[in-house]
């Protein structure tokens, strides 16, 4: 059975970093796609970044290009997503999620960036 379960998020100050981790069972991370995607109050859901399969290859969306990393831990079997120079616009409900196409999902974890 596959699970996705992220970290607690947090309120961050502006310019400020957080980093989100997402502990996968169920399945080996890097043996499937792994995204990040999020979803702002009153918005719809936005793609964030993805690390390819047996890759190290990442892809972000351009908005946050420069200002996320994301990667993951293979033996710790888990995604992370780190996130600097935060902005208010960055506040929203992450979602760790597997696959091409989106399958799987973990439960979301509240970022709120504000001073």
């Known amino acids: 059975q596959v699970q996705l379960v992220e970290s607690e998020g947090g309120l961050v100050q502006p310019g400020g970093s957080l980093r989100l981790s997402c502990v996968a069972s169920?399945?080996?991370?890097?043996?499937?796609?792994m995204n990040w995607v999020r979803q702002a109050p009153g918005k719809g859901l936005e793609w964030v970044s993805r690390?390819?399969?047996?890759?190290?290859?990442?892809n972000y969306v351009d908005f946050v290009k420069g200002r996320f990393t994301i990667a993951r831990d293979n033996a710790k079997n888990t995604l992370y997503l780190q996130m600097n120079n935060l902005k208010p616009e960055d506040t929203a409900v992450y979602y760790c999620?597997?696959?091409?196409?989106?399958?799987?999902w973990g439960q979301g974890t509240q970022v709120t960036v504000s001073s």
């Open positions: 169920g399945f080996t991370i890097s043996r499937d796609h």
């Open positions: 690390i390819y399969m047996d890759s190290t290859y990442t």
């Open positions: 999620v597997k696959g091409w196409v989106l399958t799987n």
